[in-house]
């Protein structure tokens, strides 16, 4: 249903300023004219935007509103049982309409006094050194337009349920909102791309696909868990393993599927003392020793 390896659409820009975002063959909305014409549009306030400027508003078809309560429906049911604790503290606080799809500038509103975090909004792939170290600023990029009609069950692209129902909740939890700033942190400490690439591998094992054990239950924390209702019905099958930096800075994933390899943080406590801890310390040198770690097992 979609591409391997593709994650988020290519959004291009052509001489007279038309913004097009490429939806590969597979992608569900391809054949869908409306879809990417509306991709298109969405896309360019994005491109238009400049930092200081209020936040683009969409205005979103009823279509659209239509999915998004259907999957937040599908999903309010679902966190109870498999969200972990301090997400729904998050998503009580911040209590994200059912019925319609905010703006982003409502739930910058309603997130800054929770966690002093805001969104800044993205066309589509951000480069890793800008995505992360804004974190550090409280400021998380996201997209806004919505997923195809036909698939609501997953995406593999990040999308507006991916980014205010996945990552809001945790982003209005003091907890995970100050994992976040410590990883936007760790990206603008470290100089070499390589460092890069492990800091947002450790990001993608936890804050977007991380699961820990809660009264001995596996839960998610991980937004990208938490923003689908297919693969939350499918995480506890998957292979768990314990926390380990080494590991999750290294290994492969492929983004286009539900994720088979997680790793549980075991505790709050723990995800704190060894990502957090990490994230708020480490330099190029201190990546270097976990990747020869890693090499010589
Ligand atoms: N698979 C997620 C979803 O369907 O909401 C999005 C993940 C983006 C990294
Ligand atoms: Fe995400």
Redesign the pocket.
Known sequence: MFEEGQYFAPVNTDADGTVSVELGENHPGFADADYRERRNAIAALALDWQPGDPMPTVAYTDAEHEIWRLVSAELAVKHRDMAVRDYLGGAERLMLPRDRIPQLAEVSRALEPLTGFSYVPAAGLVPLRDFYGVLAEGKFHATQYIRHHSVPLYTPE?DVI??VI??ANALAAPRFAALYRVAGEAARRVHSEEALEFVSRVFWFT??FGVMTEADELKAYG??IL?SYGEIDEFRGMTIMPLDLGTMGTIDYDITKYQDKLFDAGSMDQLEDVVGEFWATCDDDAVERLKAEVKNR
Request: proline content about 10%; hydrophobic content about 20%.
């Open positions: 990040p991916h980014e996945g990552h804050l977007e937004a990208g923003s």
